[in-house]
């Protein structure tokens, strides 16, 4: 399997993500209820293809099946899984407002990455088919997806940087800019959106 092929069609997913989205601080942000379950599809599909593309470039496995996220993560290597965890608990300052945020909205106690990890391991499967149980829709956890891509571009700095995709035009918030700006004067990784 081409490792190269693999990181880009998670990189696709991934932008597919954020385009539905929408622009923050716009009038369309988040604003199309009917885009939730295609956007949610695709961060859970995009955190599939990122663990695959690491379980080909870091174990003997080279056609990894499935798309329970919790599994595919357990084939991981320890060192993998450590950083991708580790990631997840020190995501940016942002970030950890949007997911303080959201944790008050629920009115849950925040969960831990392997609570996290578990009610996301089936998100792919349970919303691409949400009108077989609407009642049923789960979520599922995008900072697990960045966690993963940043361990993924961290670990290999220069041999993949012609698939890593740009954030769509108009997603970066101004206050973020100036790291964007950063990282394409050539400090790749630093506040990587």
Known sequence: MDARHVLLTAERFRRAAIK???IPNTPDYLSDIHLMIPRLVNLAFATEIYLKFLIITKTAEQNPR???LDLLYSKLPGK???????????MTPNEMEVRAARDLQSGKAPPTFE?????SASCF????????????????DGDI???TRRVIFRSFPTEYA???LPLPAGV??????????????GKLFEDAP
Request: hydrophobic share 35%; charged share 35%; net charge positive.
């Open 172 to 185: 970066v918030p101004p206050e973020q800019k100036h790291g964007v700006m950063k990282r394409k004067l």
């Open 20 to 22: 539905l989205e929408g």
């Open 162 to 164: 012609d698939v890593r």
């Open 145 to 147: 997806m960045e966690a």
């Open 80 to 90: 993998y899984r450590a950083e991708i965890k580790a990631q997840w608990e020190n």
């Open 115 to 119: 609570t996290s990890l578990a009610d």
């Open 125 to 140: 499967e349970a919303l691409r088919y949400a009108y077989e149980n609407p009642k049923q829709i789960k979520l599922v």
């Open 66 to 68: 499935g798309h329970k």
